[in-house]
């Protein structure tokens, strides 16, 4: 059987990078051939096999002909006849369609290894433009290789932008499309992400409530950056820095969706803010079938993130009650997660980038100080009913009010 290590795992081995999966194309062989030797199929659209040890995938070498609208739309043709070089012409872009050999040579037929070299992400064929998950995945490379210096070849974006025009990009699945933004959710620059989808304007077709944050103004004396889009890419990559779990990175994506409701002739005040997104918010995750960890966080940030921001001004009864709404003094609360996406909105200012964020101390002393209250406290005074929340509510005030006392003292 000849088997070729391909695509992916190649890449990144010239790149000197981890490999993170390893990608077998097969040549000259038949699904029963490949049945016969212990291998276990599992592709739905095209021959894949498992291997029987490794449980790596083998794909029978292929050619796709473009039948349809979507990334769907293929007639798939996998023959033993079918050469190398023709199941490389099928992939995306020169760097995933390289081939280790036998003797340890590269198969480069379409110019990978210098593309590589020059940092440039650029597609092998027209056909590029048949598969609208391209443009996802090409946006997601960039959040992965952004910090070396990749960039997208002009012919490249150019065909990527006739994608969107032609309304190719509309054909995407919910599923897919956050597959991807997941996927790049996680990666080192994740807004390099979404940069590449609005240069191409796909942005505006698959994220419309995060698209219409650009050309917002907001106060200079807060916001020297000055536009609300540019601001929550930002905070997107502060939030890279502070934590490397994708639902933090999406609430502080997110947070600031309620500026691009308000009316222009509020500009750039976007008094309430906070509310007016969370409708937007959760039309998106219910169009883009977001995971409900995802969205809670997320609206939780949108709703309470100026809140935070104000915290030390607020009145211990009223922070009490904000750290009810957030469930803080819950066993499962989400409070440090909420606390790093507000601390990446404070930082996602031109000039702020260093700033110290002493209010995420400040909640988890008033937190911790609040959960310590002992309930034999309440239930020794014969309370029923609603008076019990109440006393519970007051004494977590007074502990929260010895916190900011301390707290401040000591700024």
């Known amino acids: 059987m000849k088997a070729y290590l391909v695509g992916g795992a190649v890449r990144d081995t010239l790149l000197n990078l981890p490999v993170r999966e390893r990608d077998w194309v097969v040549i000259g062989e038949t699904p029963e051939a490949m049945i016969a030797r212990g291998y276990t199929e599992v592709g739905k659209d095209f021959p894949v096999f498992l291997h029987p040890e490794t449980k790596d995938e083998y794909a029978l070498a292929r050619i796709e002909r473009k039948t349809a609208r979507g990334y769907k739309g293929f007639a798939v043709h996998a023959t033993p006849d079918v050469s190398m070089e023709e199941d490389l012409l099928r992939r995306d872009l020169t760097i995933n369609a390289m081939a280790l050999m036998d003797n340890g040579d590269i198969f480069d037929p379409y110019g990978g290894q210098e593309d590589l070299k020059n940092r440039i992400f650029r597609h092998i064929s027209p056909a590029f433009c048949e598969d609208p998950v391209r443009v996802l995945r090409i946006a997601r490379f960039c959040a992965r290789y952004g910090h070396l210096g990749f960039r997208i070849a002009e012919e490249t974006q150019q065909l990527m932008q006739k994608m969107v025009t032609q309304g190719e990009i509309d054909h995407l699945v919910p599923e897919r499309v956050w597959a991807e933004t997941a996927k790049a959710l996680g990666e080192k620059t994740p807004a390099a992400y979404f940069q590449a989808l609005r240069d191409c304007g796909a942005l505006a077709r698959i994220f419309p409530e995060l698209d219409n944050l650009y050309g917002v103004p907001q106060p200079a004396q807060h916001h020297p950056e000055i536009d609300t889009g540019v601001h929550s ?179």
């Open 233 to 411: 890419l930002m905070v997107l990559e502060q939030a890279a820095l502070l934590s490397d779990k994708t639902t933090v990175r999406f609430a502080a994506l997110m947070h600031d969706l309620g500026k691009g409701l308000t009316p222009k002739a509020k500009w750039p005040s976007h008094h309430g803010h906070e509310t007016l997104g969370l409708s937007a918010l959760k039309t998106l995750c219910r169009r883009l079938r977001v995971p409900n960890n995802h969205q809670k966080l997320a609206l939780q940030v949108m709703e309470f993130h100026t809140n935070c921001h104000r915290a030390l001004e607020l009145k211990p009864s009223t922070l009490c009650a904000k750290l009810c709404k957030l469930g803080a003094f819950k066993a499962d609360n989400q409070l440090k997660d909420f606390l790093l996406a507000c601390e990446a909105d404070a930082r996602g200012r031109t000039g702020f980038e260093e700033v110290a964020y002493p209010q995420a101390e400040y909640l988890l002393a008033a937190q911790k100080a609040a959960k310590a209250i002992d309930s034999a406290a309440i239930t020794n005074k014969n309370l029923t009913g609603k008076a019990i929340g109440d006393a519970l509510i007051q004494l977590r005030s007074q502990e929260i009010s010895k916190v900011k006392q301390h707290f401040t003292q000591n700024l």
